[in-house]
């Protein structure tokens, strides 16, 4: 098994949910009022039988007209053809604007080999375009030309993939579970999308349920502890792939 963190790089998101790149060493924060400043990493795990992706990042191009999250798969060494599991957490926007391209004035799906493991109920909800939060369009562009697996609550995907229906950060959010060649790998989505959310503890104003995510993250760190799963942090800056300690009182996350 072998994973690959797909790094779009920094934004700032504000009250109209658009996000603005935003380069650390040379943006000021304060330029920027109101903000919410994330990271996006999009993730790739090569197994003996899958190309996966987890989540799918913002969708944005290079300079090229090329998807950065194309040419980040490209860059760690494969084609995006070769891609044949999508696992989606939710839909947002910065984990789904990735899933389609435009070409030719037209959104066509970015992964057209690939299986789209979705929760029907998320993925109905983003229909009906009443959140900003989710752009309806991309999941019409799914509808009509590309592959996709509605699952429903907890379950198993497939050998070596489970998914639980978490519903914190959306109402129909999910993380995935999954084991390849005798490791384990947990990926929370926006339930645990950094590290320093196991050390510092809070209620988020940006969840659909903001008690049951901070309670979801406490839960997850626990068992990747006492598991050994190495987790997979979509909106970190520093640590993306990493395994966690506890003392009974406090997390350490550490790097792979």
Request: charged share 25%; proline share 4%.
């Amino acid at each position: 098994m072998e994973i690959y963190t797909l790094s779009e790089g920094s934004y700032s998101v504000d009250s109209t949910k658009k996000f603005i790149p935003f380069n650390p060493e040379t943006d000021n924060r304060r330029d920027r009022p109101g903000s919410l400043f994330i990271h996006v990493n999009p993730f790739l795990i090569k197994t003996a039988d899958d190309l996966i992706l987890l989540d799918a990042g913002l969708g944005y191009k290079d300079t090229r007209d090329e998807l950065i999250l194309h040419q980040n798969i490209r860059n760690a060494g494969f084609e995006p053809e070769e891609v044949t599991l999508v696992l989606m957490s939710h839909l947002h926007y910065d984990h789904s604007g990735g899933l389609v391209v435009e070409r030719g004035g037209q959104l066509l799906p970015s992964f057209p080999q690939a299986r789209h493991v979705i929760q029907r109920q998320e993925f109905e909800f983003a229909l009906t375009g009443t959140s900003s939060s989710y752009h309806k369009e991309i999941f019409e562009a799914l509808q009509q030309s590309a592959t996709i697996d509605f699952v429903d609550g907890d379950g198993e995907y497939k050998q070596g993939i489970s998914y639980e229906l978490s519903a914190g950060h959306s109402k129909f959010h999910q993380v995935f579970w999954m084991e390849f060649e005798g490791k384990k790998v947990f990926f929370g989505g926006d339930e645990l999308p950094e590290p320093e959310q196991l050390i510092r503890k809070f209620v988020a104003k940006y969840d659909y349920d903001g008690q049951r995510s901070a309670e979801l993250r406490i839960q997850y760190g626990k068992k990747a502890a006492a598991e050994g799963d190495i987790c997979l942090f979509y909106h970190s800056r520093n640590i993306t792939a990493g395994t966690i300690s506890y003392n009974g009182e406090q997390f350490t996350v550490n790097t792979i």
